[in-house]
């Protein structure tokens, strides 16, 4: 049985990156990490923009769209997690910061192709 999604809010894949989005805005807030504007704005526009994307492609209420949405918020998934091996090398964020985050975003960026892979199904079945 296919449940019914009630708004983007409903998504899995938008309610995790909003926890990620959370967890990074948390981590870029200390020490020098915070002082790094360039890195720290970036990070941040990076993981706010997978639940941006998630979001505005749902919204548009196309699948072509939404699909294409979704692979940019997969895309930043993976900028985030490029940032995150920045911020580990110039010990901004700790080892175990590092894992935490690196692991969600891989778990996101699973759970994001999961979604793509349902659209791509249903466009399929529209033709």
């Not at 926890?19 to 200390?30: A, E, F, G, Q």
């Not at 940019?72 to 700790?94: F, M, T």
């Not at 910061?97 to 994001?112: A, G, N, V, Y």
Request: net charge positive.
């Amino acid at each position: 049985m296919e449940r019914k999604v009630e708004g983007f809010e409903s998504l899995i894949a938008w309610q995790q990156a909003r926890v990620l989005v959370r967890d990074i805005y948390k981590v870029s807030r200390k020490g020098e990490f915070a002082k790094d504007y360039g890195l720290k704005d970036q990070i941040q526009r990076a993981s706010v923009s997978i639940m941006s994307n998630v979001a505005e492609g749902y919204e548009r209420g196309n699948r072509n769209e939404f699909h294409q949405f979704l692979a940019i918020a997969k895309a930043s998934c993976g900028e985030v997690r490029s940032q995150l091996y920045v911020a580990l090398d110039i010990e901004y964020i700790s080892e175990s910061d590092f894992e935490k985050l690196s692991q969600h975003c891989r778990q996101l960026s699973k759970i994001i192709s999961g979604l793509k892979t349902s659209i791509q199904t249903q466009r399929k079945q529209t033709k």
